[in-house]
């Protein structure tokens, strides 16, 4: 079985709806963020990222938005489809350009058909 | 290309035994990484390698070595298995430290008995 969703928080939503996940990172001297997608049993899959000099990104169906002033990043999914349940991980290159990726903890989402 | 490989993708040790999980890219990225992932943990980063014969320590490297001998190869060991590191270990890779997105390999799942 897979244990990556346990003690995750968990966003439940209808097959068609609009998605918002939500992370706060920590460090203002970040510059790059990015989204993955990880679904049971596989590795991370890289959905979207930004950079610090852009306020919003789209891509098919995500959108990721980035408000510096209070360190803050969401994913948007447009008409979310049951496959696009997942765990959801933002990521931060904490301390700057030469910065790691350093990862949150994720979120769970569930879509019901 | 087959991107990021892993291997093995289980692996059961006894508390004491040594083992090295095997990670290959084939895209000639110079940033390569290692990362545990556990529940409600999300991933935490190990070890990692900006280029050939340069590596470093990320947040957990405790009990962990690894060499990075070729653009291509990154190994992990384990010198002395403990319980505390049943995990599943992400190796991941990239063309720009902090810049640019992490390719995940699908993980080993490691069990300490």
């Known amino acids: 079985g897979e244990s990556v969703g346990l003690h995750l928080p968990t966003l439940s939503v209808q097959e068609g709806d609009n998605s918002i996940i939500n992370c706060a990172y920590s460090n203002s001297a970040s510059d790059y963020f990015i989204w993955y997608k990880q679904e049971s049993g596989k590795g991370p899959q890289f959905i979207i990222d930004?950079?610090?000099?852009?306020d919003k990104r789209q891509g098919q169906r995500v959108t990721v938005l980035l408000n510096k002033t209070v360190k803050h990043l969401s994913l948007q999914i447009a008409a979310t489809q049951p496959g696009d349940s997942a765990v959801y991980f933002c990521?931060?290159?904490?301390?700057?350009?030469?910065?790691?990726?350093?990862f949150g903890k994720g979120t769970k989402l569930s879509v019901k058909p | 290309n087959a991107g990021v490989t892993q291997t093995p993708k289980f692996q059961v040790l006894k508390t004491g035994q040594s083992m090295t999980l095997q990670c290959a890219q084939d895209m000639n990225h110079e940033y390569m990484s290692w990362y545990r992932q556990d529940p409600g943990m999300g991933l935490r980063l190990i070890h990692y390698?900006?280029?050939?014969?340069?590596?470093d320590q990320g947040e957990v490297p405790n009990g962990y070595n690894v060499s990075r001998s070729t653009t291509e190869d990154f190994p992990l060991r384990l010198l002395s298995a403990a319980p505390s590191q049943t995990s599943v270990y992400f190796c991941?890779?990239?063309?720009?430290?902090?810049?640019?997105?992490?390719?995940f390999g699908n993980g080993t799942r490691l069990t300490v008995t």
């Open positions: 990521a931060e290159n904490k301390g700057g350009s030469q910065g790691n990726l350093i």
């Open positions: 390698s900006v280029g050939a014969g340069i590596t």
């Open positions: 930004i950079r610090s000099n852009m």
């Open positions: 991941a890779s990239s063309e720009l430290q902090g810049k640019s997105p992490l390719h």
